[in-house]
Every structure is written in C-alpha cells, then in structure tokens.
C-alpha cells in the first residue's frame, strides 16, 4: 500500500486529487496539509510513502517543507506545479524532490507517477525533467566534480552519465552489453558513493559536476 500526504493551500485542489486518489488499488490518501510547516509536521507523524507537494504556498513554501521532510524521513516527494520550466521546481529536485507534476497531468499519469515514485525507480516525466535539470544547471556555478565524484570509476562514470541522459537500467543494461541486475548494482553503487537520494538528485549532480553537459553547451 502506498500512503499518500496532500499538501496544497487550496481546498478544492486537495479535494480533487484525493477523489482522484480514493478507492485506487493500493494507493490510500492518509493526510492532507494546507502549508508546508503543516506538511512537514504530518509527514513525520504519518511517516507517508509520498508526499504530493504544492511548491507555492503561504507561511513555509513547498521549497523549505521538501528540504525538511527528505531530511527528517523516508517520504518521497512530488512536486505540483502549474509551470513545467519553474526555477523553484530545480530547487526543490536539489533539495530532495524526487520529481514533478503539472498540475494539469491527467489523472492515470498520477496514479503512475506515485507508483514509480514510491519504488524509487526513475524520474517523473522524464523528458519534461531532464530540460527543467538542463536548463538551470546551465545557469549553476561553474562545473566542480567535487569529492562526491571521486571515487567513481570510469563504468560508473559511464552508467551516471547515460542516467542523465534519462536511460532506464533496462536500457543502460542494452546500451553496455550488462544484465539489467548489473545495470541496477552500477547505478546504487554510484548514488551511495556520490551521496545522493535518488535518481533525481544523480542528474542534477552530473549536470553540476560537468560530467553531462546541456546540448546547446557542448556544441559552442
């Protein structure tokens, strides 16, 4: 069963996505918050497979409530948000998200998005995500490997790369001439080694530390 916590400071859209989410086979609504101090409290409480996330809201925003609730549980978190090129939305992958939805998603990409969510599997939408990650590490700091890609070797740089590239393990397994199972070992060992939560988190770091390189930036 998955357990789900709503947090969105509007009523009616808490009140849509949980009829969304009600009666679904293993998916229950166990909470709901109207703001992010709310949101973290109950997150700790109810120790929520994921938490759905609105990123704008008053008092503590959806960006300070995803930093708390990755650091302080296990919870993952979706972000909601009307804009699927939003600053604050790269912010919160950085800080812990696990991924994003546009608000306007349809309901059966929901359901999908909790479900790959919750086994940690892979990003949502990744398409849409690997742009909004592209986009504004384009604008980070200068690369840095930093020590957290020191220890790689040079198949694990190769596994974090084609990660960033949005391959599954399946397809990074294709691409190596690798079991999926040896595929699916490279890609933990790298996230324990670079320290990372998730895969979210993987492709944002490889961006940052210069080991993927935007498109329009790698052919100027």
Known sequence: MI??????????????????????VGIEVIGEAADGGEATRLARQLRPDVVLMDIRMPGVDGLVATREIAASTDARVIILTTFDLDEYVYGALRDGASGFLVKDSEPAELIHALRVVARGDALIAPAITRRLIAEFAARARHPDPGPRLSGLTDRERE??????????????AARLVLSPATAKTHVSR?????????RSQLVILAYESGLTVPGWLAGS
């Open 3 to 24: 357990r789900v916590l709503l947090a969105d400071d509007q009523a009616l859209v808490r009140a849509g996505f949980w009829s969304i989410l009600d009666g679904e």
């Open 159 to 172: 596994v974090m790369a084609l990660v960033a590239a949005g391959l599954s393990n399946t397809e990074i």
């Open 190 to 198: 790298i996230m324990t080694k670079a320290q990372v939560r998730d």
